[in-house]
């Protein structure tokens, strides 16, 4: 069954609150980079610049209590939108006590053992360990919901957020893999700035588009969008919450990416994947 | 959005309260106090809180759940038969898919074939391809998953088809392990992880691997490394119902040699972890070994002609300190016998530690008995002249008591 972009067009995001907590974590970012940074406040800083929109947007889709994120180091936008609280969030890079570590680990390098709500897995250090342990949790979701027999698991999901970099690992095809032949809902949010570190997309997928090469595999619904259009953004987890309540439907959207320049003079964009 | 009261006016007023609450934000960020440093060392393993109740995580595994799991001992009650280590390993994994719902067991190989060891024959059949099931060939999707079904509050058995396979998923395995310490006890993931390895009938560097020394020195993780059928249904089921991560390592000679067997111990037989056996009582020497080298040292000793205390660690991470320090006391010389390789293996670990705390207690140097650093070759002439052998067991032995 395929969809139309236009089912996006009864939204009823909250866009004030996706804009404030974008707004939020932006300021948090020029805090660090304009003060705490200088100041040897924070010792480790790594930006979400750019990634704010989309990926609150993509948080104000998962609502349900079982739902969960296996993340990266820039998704401060996500754990915010989460639940992660404002003084957590800017006493974890500097290593101050209480938060998602007490100091342990990086302050970007976060975890929401939520008991109610969206959960964040505890993410690492290492780009690409996201993936298979998102997969983990989609497959126990089906387990749960089919075995267990618990519908309170119906309609939840798994995401694996990465950005462009993340698509060259073993993590991520693995994880590919098994969301496709085991049909999972999950959800794979690539954020692609056209930059792994600083290697250029072209080292990481064949023509720098993992969209366009993944466009014949199977049991994979894709969705591209430009992550610097807000309505544009919300179109690929809207299908998504569609598509898992039926699992059936298939449609691929293509579109001119566009860039918009950050600090580091990288651009964004947001591709989405769904199994 | 502008229906959302977002026009201009309302965008600035969003831009001040967000610089606002960040502002204000920060100030009980800064004010908070540093780490308490003393605290550092909590939280690597699963704790127990002082009423004897777990100082649980607040997510992953069973116990966050409050699955509740049979009374448990550690006193055996044997059947009349006595059955190989991989009908052991098989009825104990049946048992737990029985009791215990939110098991589930994977790997490559591990559905209608049954494993390449038929550790999980038949058990696709019993209890559905949700349950027991076939992975792609991917040792990091094998673990990662399981990581990710752990958090969710499953209790996955992931097998890896041979140690050296575990290879790619090394990265997931370390992570795996810190999870708790990381999060400072917000979350765990505790899985079991089987993986046959060592030397078989003949040896090859991708089968006959056995590197367990590298789960010792990750973080976080309980390796077991059984080397009798009583054992392994001990141990398994101690990792099948622990809230800490195991490697749970079968080796390939043990699964099915006639030493190995034993009665199966019943349903509800669970051994501590770190609780060395002391395999065979003497006076002469201490010997320090486990898994297969159980066996050849008790044959070895026995060549030797000595009373040898052979200890079987049983468990590389905890290990029983305590047990290998009370038998060094008594005999006076210490022998580590294992078939890992010889450089910072953990019999490196073992003498370091009596070395430092038994110093005074020995009346000869430490001595280990080790494969020299070398992979396992796949000619058998080979093989056995680099596995430790009975002979060259027995010498070593022989050696150290006219020190």
């Known amino acids: 069954m395929a969809r ?106 976060c975890n929401l053992p939520s008991k109610n709500g969206p959960v964040v897995i505890p993410m690492s250090g290492d780009v690409g360990s996201q993936f298979t342990p998102a997969v983990g949790w989609a497959q126990a979701i089906t387990y749960r919901l089919g075995t267990l027999k618990d519908e309170s698991y119906r309609g939840a999901i798994a995401v694996a957020h990465t950005g462009d970099g993340g698509i060259a690992t073993n993590g991520f095809w693995a994880a590919l893999t098994i969301a496709t032949t085991l049909k999972l809902p999950m959800l794979f949010f690539l954020e692609d700035n056209g930059f792994g570190i600083s290697v250029p997309g072209v080292r990481q997928t064949p023509g720098g588009n993992i969209a366009e090469n993944l466009a014949s ?39 001119k990416r566009t860039r918009v320049r950050n600090k580091s003079n990288q651009s964004e964009h947001a591709i989405h994947f769904l199994s | 959005m502008a229906s959302q009261g977002l026009s201009d006016g309302g965008w600035s007023a969003l831009e001040k309260q967000a610089h606002d609450d960040v502002a204000a934000s920060l100030e009980k960020a800064l004010a908070r106090p540093e780490p308490k440093t003393a605290t550092i060392h909590r939280h690597v393993y699963s704790e127990t809180l002082p009423s004897g109740a777990p100082d649980l995580q607040q997510r992953g595994g069973l116990l966050t759940e409050g699955h509740k799991f049979p009374d448990a001992t550690d006193t055996p009650n044997p059947e ?76 996955p058995v992931a097998e890896i088809q041979f140690r050296k396979y575990a290879d790619p998923a090394t990265e997931q395995l370390n992570n795996c392990g810190t999870i708790r310490w990381r999060t400072n006890n917000r979350f765990a993931a505790p899985i079991v992880v089987r993986m046959p390895g060592g030397f078989f009938k003949c040896g090859d560097p991708w089968h006959s691997v056995s590197s367990e020394v590298l789960w010792a020195h990750a973080i976080g993780w309980q390796v077991c490394i059984p080397s009798n059928a009583e054992d392994a249904v001990g ?33 509800n037989y669970v051994l501590p972890m770190g609780k060395a056996k002391l395999h065979q009582e003497g006076t002469q020497l201490s010997c320090i070994t486990w898994g297969a080298m ?56 073992v003498a370091a530690t009596v070395a430092a705390e038994s110093f005074f207690n020995l009346d000869a140097p430490v001595q280990r008995v080790a494969v020299p650093d070398l992979p396992i070759p796949h000619n058998v002439a080979l093989m056995e002249a680099v596995v430790p052998s009975v002979e060259v067991i027995s010498q070593a032995m022989i050696s150290l008591s006219e020190v």
């Open chain 2, 235 to 267: 141990l398994l089921r101690a990792a099948m119902r622990s809230n800490n991560p195991t490697i749970f390592f079968e080796h390939r000679h043990m699964l099915d040699t006639p030493w190995a067997r034993r009665p199966y111990p019943g349903d």
């Open chain 1, 217 to 255: 595999f199977k049991n994979l619904f894709i969705v591209q969008s430009d992550g610097t259009d807000p309505k544009d953004a919300v179109t690929a987890p809207h299908f998504f919450a569609r598509q898992c309540q039926d699992s059936r439907g298939i449609l691929v959207r293509t579109r």
């Open chain 2, 80 to 155: 009349p038969q006595r059955i190989n280590m991989i009908t052991a390993i098989r009825r104990t994994l049946e048992n737990e898919l029985k009791i215990n719902p939110k098991v589930l067991v994977f790997g490559e190989d591990v559905g209608p074939k049954g494993g390449v060891h038929a550790a999980t024959l038949g058990l696709q059949e019993t209890f559905g391809e949700a349950r027991v099931f076939d992975t792609s060939l991917s040792e990091e999707g094998i673990i990662g998953r399981a990581v990710g079904m752990a958090l969710s509050g499953l209790m």
């Open chain 2, 294 to 349: 159980v066996e050849r040292c008790e044959e070895a000793a026995t060549a030797s002609g000595l009373s040898v205390d052979i200890l079987d660690l049983r468990t590389i991470m905890p290990w029983d300190k305590e047990a290998v320090l009370a038998s060094v006391k008594k005999t006076r010389r210490c022998l580590i016998v294992h078939e890992d390789g010889l450089t910072a293996g953990f019999g490196a670990e």
């Open chain 1, 4 to 109: 139309s972009s236009n089912d996006c067009a009864s939204d009823d995001r909250d866009w004030k609150r996706i804009s404030y907590l974008s707004l939020v974590s932006r300021t948090i970012d020029q805090l660090e980079e304009t003060k705490l940074v200088p100041e040897k406040k924070v010792l480790y800083q790594f930006s979400a610049r750019g990634h704010e929109v989309s990926q609150c947007i993509l948080s104000s889709f998962l609502t349900h209590k079982h739902d969960a994120v296996g993340a990266y180091y820039r998704s401060r936008p996500i754990l915010l939108s989460l639940g992660l609280s404002l003084e957590d969030a800017i006493a974890a890079p500097m290593a101050k006590s209480g938060g998602f570590s007490d100091g342990r680990d990086i302050g970007v390098v």
